[in-house]
């Protein structure tokens, strides 16, 4: 089955720690997306690649960094420098088509919730 | 600033009749515009999208509609259905690729 995979689900870390949140995706899709979302708030992008070995800043960067050495996987570190961490995570994949296009949907995955202690 | 702003939190509707979830934005640069379903811990499902060229786009229960004058899109879904109940995002892209998303809309359907 196609789609796009988050582990873990749920993930607690203390204070001071960096944890690393996966997302995996075999929709062959060249573009993946890092969101968080917190309660009664939109999805706030993070970070974004729109090819292999190349990731921009979204509008809330600070406190994370990304990396992108393979087409299926851009994994997320939340360092010890956000100061909020705990959010509901998503990563979403998506065709690089044209602008304007219909067919520029995002996939989302299921979401990890990150949880400091 | 929120570009994309969906100023109704809640949306109650009786099952059988009409839910009608309105959108907001500012930014004239966007170009096409997509809803979203989301359940509880889950991700986001896409629902259905419009490009700035169309003001209306169908897709079985659902209808999107677009006033590019206005900056203003709705989502109608009829008839409704008790599991229509989810929150709905709205988000708008543009060149950038990236999408901008509303801050989602709890619509409840009432059996």
């Known amino acids: 089955d196609g789609g796009i995979t988050q582990s873990p689900k749920y993930l607690f870390r203390k204070e001071g720690q960096n944890v690393t949140l996966s997302c995996e995706q075999n929709?062959?899709?060249?573009?993946m997306y890092w969101y968080r979302q917190d309660p009664g708030q939109g999805l706030r992008l993070i970070y974004y690649?729109?090819?292999?070995?190349?990731?921009q800043k979204g509008d809330i960067a600070e406190g994370y960094s990304v990396s992108r050495e393979k087409k299926e996987s851009f994994p997320l570190t939340v360092t010890s420098a956000q100061k909020n961490p705990t959010a509901f995570y998503l990563c979403?994949?998506?065709?690089?088509?044209?602008?304007?296009?219909?067919?520029?949907?995002?996939?989302f995955g299921p979401g990890t919730r990150l949880t400091v202690l | 600033d929120q570009q994309v702003k969906q100023n109704s939190p809640s949306l109650s509707v009786q099952e059988g009749r009409i839910s009608i979830l309105n959108c907001d934005y500012t930014?004239?640069?966007?170009?096409?515009f997509l809803w979203y379903k989301k359940y509880p811990a889950e991700g986001p499902t896409f629902l259905i999208s419009?490009?700035?060229?169309?003001d209306k786009n169908e897709d079985g229960r659902f209808t999107v509609f677009l006033n590019k004058s206005a900056k203003h899109l709705s989502l109608h879904i009829v008839p409704s259905q008790p599991g229509d109940s989810a929150v709905y995002f709205c988000?708008?892209?543009?060149?950038?690729?990236?999408?901008?998303f509303g801050s989602g809309t709890q619509l409840t359907v009432l059996p």
């Open positions: 929709l062959n899709h060249d573009a």
């Open positions: 930014n004239s640069m966007f170009d096409y």
């Open positions: 419009i490009s700035s060229i169309k």
């Open positions: 979403a994949s998506s065709i690089d088509t044209l602008p304007g296009s219909e067919d520029n949907e995002q996939f």
């Open positions: 690649s729109q090819i292999v070995n190349d990731f």
């Open positions: 988000a708008a892209g543009g060149s950038a690729r990236q999408l901008t």
